[in-house]
């Protein structure tokens, strides 16, 4: 966790090292800004394209995950490290991925393709006031 908390997200994901069967699985192929990993020893927050939620547990199945890193808040895309996220925020994508949507992974295991609209909406539905994200 302390290395999370400095905005790491590849320490997350080095957690999962034996249940990832591929670092490919960290990459989003209409990432532009990325490549993907050869390894778990280059693995940097410069190969990973999604976010973590820092606060998703399992009593809340309907809370976010992780998710494609490609947000913005009132319309400025978001910076690398922890984002606290209200549920009031106006959070959406951006333009450069999937024609302006993303994807969610929730805590009941489902993944979901989301609009602008239907990511504000999935993060009212969290069960849960703030999220703390950790964008790469």
Known sequence: ??????????????????????????????DTRRVWATNFSTLSNSNISY????????????MILDGDDNLTIGGVRVRPGI????????????????HGGGNIG???????QLTTDGLRQALQQTG???NRLVIP
């Open 1 to 30: 966790m302390e290395l999370v908390a400095t905005g790491n997200v590849a320490a997350v994901f080095e957690v999962m090292s034996n249940e990832l069967s591929t670092l490919r699985q960290l990459y989003c192929p209409a």
């Open 83 to 98: 984002l606290n996220l209200w549920t009031n925020v106006t959070i959406g994508w951006t333009k450069e991925r999937h």
């Open 51 to 62: 976010f973590v939620n820092l606060d998703a547990v399992e009593a809340y199945p309907q």
């Open 128 to 130: 849960v006031a703030t």
């Open 106 to 112: 929730l805590a009941d295991g489902s993944v979901q």
